[in-house]
Every structure is written in structure tokens, then in C-alpha cells.
């Protein structure tokens, strides 16, 4: 006896926990993503949290930050802060390069100031102080610098050097014999009535493609050449991020907060993290008679023709039909004192082990059709040889 009544119980147990019957798919599984949605009862229960989109489920991966509950937690997930001081980098732990993100005065791009113990620009470690006595802008050799000497405003990198005068202008390794094209670049010494102006570096001569803002003329044309302001390079008023801006795209002068976003063109004009929808209806997606909030409106819910403001709230299914920031709940709210904890229809189709407009159930070689009769059946064979040979 023991025997059959374990086998029994063995094989109910493997149908209890089967795959669900296909019918509970059949009429709630709108957005086909393999989970269940509505008031089902006990056969087919609820898991879905939102049967209008494939990619809300429960487990499915969460975007944290966006106002929506993708994995059916009830709850969307949080961003960790990113910018904790404010001052446009996010943090290294944030995935940015903000060395130090409790302090504004650090970060990529700022004045290093040598000496305060901080590395401001973040390039790694604090600027040593140099010496610059001869206020030539280069810190003198002893200090840390590069000026070979400090006690001569003309003697730094990069200055002119003069041939043949004993001294090393330029702290490059002496002074070199005059001679009438010392760098070989074409273009003659001026000691010897030529117009190069730096004859000890081949690339600077008249005419030469000139570097901004390097501290050197390489064109010989008496000045360095400037560079142009990199902050804002579309000209529409807003600072790139990278330079502490609020512009998510400096090539594009019609791209910046404030601009007018336009629906459906793939672009964040507004730079708010994503383009705006289009529908037929300028902004209701279903046809609800009701802008969605994206479009202005203040339909909560702009992809269910049930969801909108003043809509008749269902209670108890988890969706915030009339759109107040809630689903009523039952024994808490009126509307819900009259209502079903089930949907009517389905319950009375499962009774009858069909399907409402089928004459039979869709799932019968499923685990949960005709396997479940198929348990059933062999409980009571167990049971009836068993009084037999007893």
C-alpha cells in the first residue's frame, strides 16, 4: 500500500510544480514575455507587474534611476550619487575621473596649485613650487625647473637662440657654432641675412604650420597663434560637460538644455538622457485620449487604453488605473468593497476546463492538462489493487 500511495504522490507532485497550463498565457500574457499578468487566481498566479512591455518582468535587469520598476520589485532601483561635490566630474567610483569628489576645487582640468598638498587637475600627485627669479615663466633648475638660468629672462626653453655668443639660450646643450642653416630646414640663419627665427629647430621657420597655444612661433611671424575657446564649440551658449558644462553634445548648436526636443528623430535635443516618443495622436500611444507624461500629458501609463486620469480603478491588481499614485486596495477603499479578487470569466472557463470560446482546453497534452487527469487516474489503480489484496 505504501508503495502506490508514494507513487501517487510522487507523480502529483511533479505536475504541481510543471510549467503553468497554456491557457493561463492564453489570456494574460499580452506582452509575451513568458510571465502571467492579472487577477488569474490560484491555477495561473500573477507575476507579471506590467503586461504591456516585453522587457518588464520580474528578474528582468533594472535601470536604475529611470522612474520604472523593470524586475517587479515594486520599486525602482536608486542611482548611486556621482557628482558628490558638484562640480561636473563624476566620481572614479562612478565610472568618471573626479580624483577626489568631496572637493570642487579638485578635479580634471582645474589650476594646479603647486605646493598645497592636493592634486587638483588630477594628473597624479601636487605640483612642485619652483623658483622662477627672472620671472620668465620657467621655474629655475634647482627647484625643479627647466631654466638652465634663472638670472636671465632671455635664457629658457624655447627661447631664440644666438649662435656663436657663448651662451645657451634655449638650455639645449650649449651653444652651437653660427652657420648658415644650423637646423637644415631651408631657411637661413639671421646671422648669416636669413629669416629663420629659430634656427635650431626644424620645424619652426617663415611660413611654418603654426601650433596654438604652446608658447612658441613656429611661423616666425612674431607670436604664438591662440587657440580658440574648446568650451563651447557649437557657440549655443552651453559649456560642453567635459568642461564643466551641461551640454550633452558641443557639436551640435540645436542640441542643449532648453532646446525643443523633437519626437521620434533618435535625438536628445534637451539633453534630459532620451528622445521624446511619437505616436499618431501627437503624444497618446493609446489612443486613451490622454497625452502621455513624456508628450506633457498626465497619462500615467500611456501604453494601457485602461490607464488615465479618472479611469475606473480595479482594486487589488497591482496597476494604478485612474492614475493618483496608487492601486486601491481592498478593505482599505471604498470601490474595492463590491469588487472580485478574481477575474470571473477565467475562473468559470478553468471550472469547465476550457477555454472561453473553445470547446475544449488548448493545454490538454500539456503537464497541467492531461497529465494532471493522468495522476489522478494511477492514484486510484493504487488504491483499488490494494484493497484487493487486502
Known amino acids: 500500500m505504501k508503495r502506490w500511495i508514494v507513487l501517487g504522490l510522487w507523480l502529483w507532485s511533479s505536475v504541481a510544480q510543471a510549467d503553468l497550463p497554456d491557457y493561463c498565457y492564453d489570456f494574460n500574457d499580452r506582452d509575451h514575455d513568458g510571465h502571467v499578468y492579472g487577477s488569474t487566481g490560484i491555477v495561473c498566479p500573477r507575476d507579471d507587474c506590467n503586461d504591456e512591455d516585453a522587457s518588464i518582468y520580474p528578474g528582468a535587469p533594472e535601470i536604475c534611476g529611470d522612474g520604472i520598476d523593470q524586475d517587479c520589485n515594486g520599486a525602482d532601483l536608486s542611482c548611486p550619487e556621482t557628482d558628490v561635490d558638484r562640480d561636473g566630474f563624476l566620481s572614479l567610483s562612478a565610472g568618471g575621473d573626479d580624483c577626489d569628489d568631496t572637493n570642487p576645487a579638485v578635479h580634471p582640468g582645474a589650476v594646479e596649485v603647486c605646493g598645497d598638498g592636493l592634486d587638483n587637475d588630477c594628473i597624479g600627485g601636487d605640483a612642485i613650487c619652483v623658483q622662477d627669479a627672472d620671472n620668465d615663466g620657467y621655474g629655475a633648475q634647482s627647484s625643479g625647473g627647466n631654466d638652465c638660468d634663472d638670472n636671465d629672462p632671455a635664457v629658457h626653453p624655447h627661447a631664440a637662440e644666438i649662435c656663436g655668443d657663448q651662451i645657451d639660450q634655449d638650455c639645449a646643450n650649449g651653444d652651437p657654432p653660427c652657420a648658415e642653416d644650423i637646423d637644415g630646414d631651408g631657411h637661413g640663419n639671421p646671422a648669416f641675412g636669413g629669416m629663420d627665427c629659430d634656427d635650431f629647430d626644424r620645424g619652426t ?12 612661433d613656429q611661423d616666425c611671424d612674431g607670436s604664438d597663434l591662440a587657440c580658440p575657446d574648446l568650451t563651447d564649440q557649437d557657440s549655443d551658449g552651453h559649456l560642453a560637460i567635459d568642461a564643466g558644462g551641461d551640454d550633452c553634445n558641443d557639436h551640435e548648436a540645436s542640441v542643449h538644455p532648453e532646446a525643443e526636443e523633437v519626437c521620434g528623430d533618435q535625438i536628445d535635443q534637451d539633453c534630459d538622457g532620451r528622445d521624446l516618443s511619437c505616436t499618431s495622436e501627437l503624444g497618446d500611444a493609446d489612443g486613451d485620449g490622454y497625452l502621455g507624461i513624456e508628450a506633457g500629458g498626465q497619462d500615467c501609463n500611456d501604453g494601457d487604453a485602461a490607464s488615465f486620469p479618472g479611469a475606473p480603478e480595479i482594486c487589488g491588481d497591482s496597476r494604478d488605473q485612474d492614475c493618483d499614485g496608487s492601486d486601491a486596495v481592498p478593505g482599505l477603499d471604498p470601490q474595492c468593497a463590491d469588487s472580485l479578487g478574481t477575474n470571473s470569466d477565467f475562473e468559470q472557463a478553468h471550472a469547465r476546463g ?21 495522476a489522478v487516474w494511477l492514484l486510484a489503480l493504487g488504491l483499488l489493487l490494494w484493497r484487493r489484496r487486502s
Do not use: K, N
Open 205 to 216: 621657420y617663415p611660413g611654418a604650420p603654426e601650433i596654438c597655444g604652446d608658447g612658441r
Open 354 to 374: 476550457v477555454i472561453v470560446g473553445q470547446t475544449e482546453p488548448s493545454s490538454c497534452a500539456s503537464a497541467g492538462g492531461a497529465g494532471g487527469l493522468g
